[in-house]
């Protein structure tokens, strides 16, 4: 008796195929989903910056302790540090850009009850006085128009003041690391000065 023969099983393909249009709407999918991401996170760094310089043009206008009083956290209280001291002169108040922030990010030098300059650094743009600071716009002297002799002087006292405060965290901290951080754009932005 011959055997009959076996006839092989039909090879099965270990991939699944997935036609060109599939994966040309599921490309689509993740391009539409991405834009919109990043559409929604610059529709939120605009809100975050106009609310910002709103906050800065407002500095200028507010003794100590109106500052104190426009300043304040989530749970009613200040939300402004001083250093050296409040009652020092002149003196540099330490504020974050929003109530809910805890990291500093605004610096008014106050001398007497008057804001005399002010510097902003913060991840979504850096100003000192009305001038917003741009690295890339301005090589030269990272704001729009040089500094003047008097806005010089302030930034040369902003800078030990910003010193002092950067000596009291740990240099293990994330305060000092920021706070150090802060302190070496005031120094470039003041190099830079004609």
Same mark, same amino acid.
């Given at each position: ?10 090879? *099965?393909?270990? =991939? ?126 990272? *704001? ?29 901290? =994330? ?20």
């Amino acid at each position: 008796m011959n055997p009959t023969p076996t006839q092989p099983a039909p090879e *099965v393909d270990p =991939k699944p195929h997935v036609s060109g249009r599939v994966w040309a709407l599921i490309v689509l999918l993740v391009l539409l989903a991405g834009g919109g991401m990043i559409y929604n996170w610059n529709w939120q760094m605009r809100g975050e910056r106009a609310r910002l310089t709103e906050r800065l043009a407002a500095i200028p206008t507010l003794d100590r302790e109106a500052l104190e009083a426009a300043w304040l956290n989530r749970d009613g209280l200040p939300n402004v540090s001083w250093t050296p001291d409040p009652q020092a002169d002149p003196v540099l108040a330490v504020m974050p850009r929003a109530p809910h922030m805890k990291v500093d990010a605004i610096y008014a030098l106050y001398r007497g009850h008057r804001a005399t300059a002010i510097l902003a650094i913060s991840p979504i743009g850096g100003w000192f006085g009305d001038q917003r600071i741009d690295i890339r716009q301005h090589p030269e002297t990272m *704001v729009a128009r040089p500094l003047d002799a008097i806005e010089q002087a302030e930034l040369d006292t902003m800078i030990g003041l910003i010193e002092a405060r950067r000596d009291r965290f740990d240099p293990e901290s =994330k305060e000092y690391g920021w706070t150090d951080h802060v302190l070496n754009q005031a120094r470039r932005l003041r190099e830079l000065q004609p």
